[in-house]
C-alpha cells in the first residue's frame, strides 16, 4: 500500500510542477486542503477516490495519469499523450488556435511523424521563451495576433 501511496503522490506532485502552480494554489483550485495535498504528495496520506478526482479536474489530467502504470498494462501510452494534447490545447487562447491552424494548413509539419514531442516542449518553455517563439514564428508566417484574433499582414 505505500507503494501505491507514493507513486500516485509522485504523480500528484510531478504534474503539478509541471504547470507550475503551488501546493496552495492547488488547494484553491481542488478544494482539497493544501496539508491534504502536502501529506499525498509526500506519500504520508493515500487520497479516497472523491479527493482524486478533485485533484485530477483542478490539475486538468485523467486519474490514469495519476495512478500507477502497473495498474493499466494493457494500454499503451498514447492515451497519456492524449491527455497532455487535450490540457495543451484545453490553455489555448482562440487566436493562438487560429494561428496553429493556419501553420498547420501550410503543410509544414506534415512531414513530422509525429508533433506530440513538438507539444511536450512548447509545455516546457517559459512565458518568456514562449513569447519569444511566438513571435518568430508570427514573423516567419507573416501572422500577428491581436486581441485574439489572427490577422494576417500584406
Known sequence: MNVLRNEIGRNILKN???LKISSTELSRLSGVSQSSISKIERGTSSPNIETLIKICKALNITLYEVLPKSLFPEIDDSAQNNGKLMHVLNQLSGGEIEFIQSFLSTN???HM?????????FNELSDKERDLLRGFLNSITN???QDGKTKREG
Not at 113 to 121: E, G, K, R, Y
Open 108 to 110: 509544414v509539419l506534415s
Open 143 to 145: 501572422i500577428t495576433l
Open 113 to 121: 511523424n509525429n508533433i506530440v514531442p513538438l507539444i511536450q516542449s
Open 16 to 18: 503539478r510542477q509541471a
